[in-house]
């Protein structure tokens, strides 16, 4: 994975990631995912590009559980969220939809600086700066359903969920 860094900052909630407002676009995922982040920054979701990362701070996506944050983060192009903590359900709602979340300090990530991702060994790069950050690789299981496209992907390739390697 490898992409321009758009940086947003501590408790990013799920409101502005996906804004309830919007609600009637809920059947409409692709119109709805023209608005992701609006909120937070008007401009991001014509701006990016697919493969581009979101970064975040701390507590990213709080809030309501609802799937559609994660959904239209990854429809809009985003190769991977990264932040330096998650909400709970909102990690899970990220690999669950196939969408990658990484968790690292991104103190030392700015707007637009460019990253190069390898999930499956736990690093990445911020080629702008020279720089390389260590995370811990997700459970095997969580890069299955990952390389599968998502949870639902993943059960239907497989008739199950499988927990063993």
Do not use: Y
């Not at 060994?121 to 599968?148: Q, Y």
């Amino acid at each position: 994975m490898k992409g321009k860094a758009w940086k947003f900052g501590d408790n990013i909630s799920t409101d502005l990631i996906c804004p309830g407002r919007l609600f009637h676009l809920r059947s409409n995922l692709p119109e709805l995912a023209k608005h992701v982040l609006e909120d937070a920054d008007p401009d991001f979701a014509s701006k990016m590009n697919r493969g581009d990362f979101v970064v975040g701070g701390r507590n990213f996506g709080l809030g309501s559980s609802r799937e559609h944050a994660p959904t239209i983060i990854r429809l809009a192009g985003a190769s991977a969220v990264v932040a330096s903590s998650f909400a709970r359900i909102f990690f899970r709602n990220c690999i669950n939809v196939g969408l990658p979340a990484i968790e690292l300090d991104t103190s030392g990530i700015e707007q637009g600086d460019e990253l190069e991702a390898d999930p499956e060994a736990g690093v990445l790069k911020n080629l702008t700066k020279g720089t390389r950050m260590n995370f811990a690789p997700l459970p095997s299981v969580m890069r299955k359903i990952l390389d599968d496209g998502g949870l639902a992907e993943h059960i239907k390739k497989r008739g199950d969920f499988e927990l063993a390697d």
